[in-house]
């Protein structure tokens, strides 16, 4: 600063020019400049309160001495770096500056400050640094779930974080929310619902992430009870007793679903079953009760009482008052039942069952003469599905001395040849239908007495000798093989000359017919079979009369019988002469030998 002082000259101040320069010395010109020294100021920053990043922190400085409002401007620094947009901020009238700033990262910071001067003091040098505490920014998280959880034991909490959100983020700040380590515990291993649920392992990213503190969420979740069930427990079988009650077995009994040592214990004692209804079936269902679990764990389990499966057997009943009759031996098994009597024992009262006989049917154990043979009667049938039968049986006779049931086949096996001629030997099959021992003479044959026809030629002698007769038992000796052998003077290139156009007559006496079992029976009757032509060749009219008697002939072609066919093993045309009685039906009736036999008209087809 300059100061100009300037000293009179003139007539009118002579006076004072006088004394003056009596008294003062002057060393410079009339007009002199001289430079006066400008005040100095200090800058201070004051202590700032702590601040958190985005919120808006207050920086003051004071200058002293005071220059006056508005007298120059102050510069903020950060670590010695000037702080973007505080380098001019004005005083107020205590000579204090102060700025507000929002964009300080979080952490400590050296806040310093320098008066930038003004007038009549000087810029002050940079003050002493004073630490600005900026706090991270709390960030919080929404959008985790818990997943509800079925009792394991354990603490652990499923998270779901696909729709994780970040609250709190400041401006376009580059922070994101990292979840792949997210980990949820629950505040006990419990069942609950709502039950608090801690989370860690979230971590934020991205450049701003510093300036953040992240706040886990504080979640919660439910546990739900674990099913727990008995293993083990059976129901036994039984039969329909018209209750529902079932029978159960718990020695093998075990908990299953326990979690690890959980404290549980199992309680069968009293455990009762019921069985869905009471009526017989295959693996119904077992309801079982009385089963009961204690122990400390115990709440952290849904317990369900055990079902299993059994089967309820129908009621085997009795039959009573049905009867076997006695009978005639009859080659069969066939037995006649009197049923007006049947009636059923057994039945559980008020159940209703209805026996009904309509199909039922008796079998003789063996068709063979005897006492107190057993019968197993058969199609017996109840209308109640709770019970079934129990075999029946009973007792009847068949008596011996019946008629004997001689079935006198022509066998078509083919047997050896015999004779130069290479000719078949031809047998007969005897069927008893029950073991029988035959006396000497007891099959006989002879040339058929009646007259018969050869080519339309009354022939009442036949044509030719009686064949000898061999008998040999088959089996049992329930049927018996006869082979006829005789001369073999040839007439024919198929057969033996006593066997080739003769009619012959084979004979049964039953009474030299004795049944195995009982040797001292015999079968009462005679059994008389004709055979004509059985080795013939020549043609022969169909049912042709023989005179005034009741014995006719007929022609039967080989490829018409598959007997001859295969006895001959030859397609040419044979002749067969049957007797029966001229009315027009070859059957039982017609023919004397089946006649005597069955003593009833039975149609046959030869």
């Given at each position: 600063m300059f100061r100009f002082i300037r000293t009179r000259r003139g007539a009118n101040n002579n006076a004072c020019v006088k004394r003056f320069h009596k008294s003062v010395k002057l060393n410079f010109d009339p007009l002199e400049a001289r430079e006066t020294p400008a005040a100095t100021a200090a800058a201070t920053v004051l202590p700032m309160a702590a601040a958190t990043y985005g919120s808006m922190a207050s920086l003051q400085a004071v200058v002293t001495p005071n220059p006056g409002a508005q007298n120059g401007t102050l510069s903020f620094y950060d670590n010695g770096n000037l702080i973007a947009g505080a380098n001019a901020v004005?005083?107020?009238?205590?000579?204090?500056?102060?700025?507000?700033?929002?964009?300080?990262?979080?952490?400590?910071?050296a806040i310093s400050a320098v008066y930038n001067g003004g007038a009549g003091v000087d810029a002050s040098p940079m003050s002493s640094a004073v630490t600005e505490t900026i706090n991270p920014a709390p960030l919080f998280v929404t959008g985790i779930t818990v997943n509800d959880m079925t009792y394991s034991g354990n603490t652990n909490a499923a998270l779901n974080t696909n729709s994780?959100?970040?609250?709190?983020?400041?401006?376009?700040?580059?922070?994101?929310?990292?979840?792949?380590?997210?980990?949820?515990?629950?505040?006990d291993k419990n069942a609950g619902q709502a039950k608090p649920v801690s989370v860690s392992g979230l971590n934020l990213n991205g450049a701003a992430a510093s300036n953040y503190t992240l706040m886990q969420p504080a979640l919660t979740g439910n546990i739900t009870r674990a099913p727990l069930t008995v293993g083990g427990i059976t129901a036994s079988d039984r039969t329909y007793d018209a209750t529902n009650a079932a029978a159960v077995n718990v020695g093998s009994a075990f908990l299953n679903g326990r979690m690890g040592s959980d404290d549980l214990n199992l309680n069968v004692v009293g455990t009762t079953g019921t069985f869905n209804d009471p009526h017989a079936g295959v693996a119904k269902p077992v309801t079982i009760s009385g089963v009961s679990v204690s122990g400390a764990d115990v709440a952290n389990y849904d317990f369900t009482q055990p079902t299993t499966t059994a089967t309820i057997n129908p009621l085997a009943v009795n039959v009573t008052g049905i009867t076997a009759n006695n009978k005639p031996f009859d080659n069969s098994t066939m037995a006649t039942l009197n049923t007006s009597?049947?009636?059923?024992?057994?039945?559980?009262?008020?159940?209703?069952?209805?026996?009904?006989?309509?199909?039922?049917?008796?079998?003789?154990?063996?068709?063979?003469?005897?006492?107190?043979?057993?019968?197993?009667?058969?199609?017996?049938?109840?209308?109640?599905?709770?019970?079934?039968?129990?075999?029946?049986?009973?007792?009847?006779?068949?008596?011996?001395?019946?008629?004997?049931?001689?079935?006198?086949?022509?066998?078509?096996?083919?047997?050896?040849?015999?004779?130069?001629?290479?000719?078949?030997?031809?047998?007969?099959?005897?069927?008893?239908?029950?073991?029988v021992q035959l006396d000497q003479g007891a099959v006989t044959m002879a040339l058929h007495t009646n007259n018969v026809s050869y080519d339309g030629v009354a022939m009442p002698?036949?044509?030719?000798?009686?064949?000898?007769?061999v008998l040999t038992p088959n089996g049992d000796g329930s049927s018996w093989t006869v082979t006829f052998s005789g001369p073999d003077t040839d007439m024919g290139a198929d057969g033996f000359a006593s066997l080739e156009d003769g009619v012959y007559d084979v004979t049964v006496n039953g009474a030299m017919v004795h049944p195995t079992n009982n040797p001292t029976a015999s079968l009462t009757g005679t059994s008389t079979t004709t055979f004509a032509k059985l080795f013939g060749k020549t043609s022969a009219a169909v049912a042709t009369p023989n005179g005034a008697s009741t014995d006719y002939s007929a022609a039967v072609n080989s490829l018409d019988n598959l007997a001859f066919r295969t006895a001959f093993n030859n397609d040419a045309n044979y002749k067969a002469y049957l007797d029966f009685d001229g009315n027009g039906v070859i059957n039982s009736g017609d023919n004397l030998a089946f006649r005597q036999r069955f003593n009833k008209a039975l149609t046959w087809t030869a």
């Open positions: 004005p005083l107020d009238a205590n000579g204090v500056g102060t700025f507000q700033i929002s964009h300080l990262s979080a952490g400590d910071h994780a959100t970040l609250v709190g983020v400041v401006g376009a700040d580059e922070v994101t929310l990292n979840g792949d380590q997210a980990m949820g515990r629950f505040a009597q049947a009636m059923l024992q057994g039945i559980i009262a008020p159940d209703m069952v209805n026996l009904n006989t309509t199909n039922a049917t008796g079998t003789f154990a063996s068709a063979n003469a005897g006492n107190g043979i057993n019968v197993a009667v058969n199609g017996l049938t109840i209308d109640n599905p709770d019970y079934t039968l129990n075999p029946f049986t009973n007792t009847a006779d068949i008596t011996s001395g019946s008629a004997a049931p001689v079935n006198i086949t022509v066998n078509g096996d083919t047997g050896p040849f015999a004779g130069p001629q290479q000719s078949r030997v031809v047998s007969l099959k005897l069927d008893f239908g029950q073991s002698t036949g044509l030719g000798a009686v064949p000898t007769l």
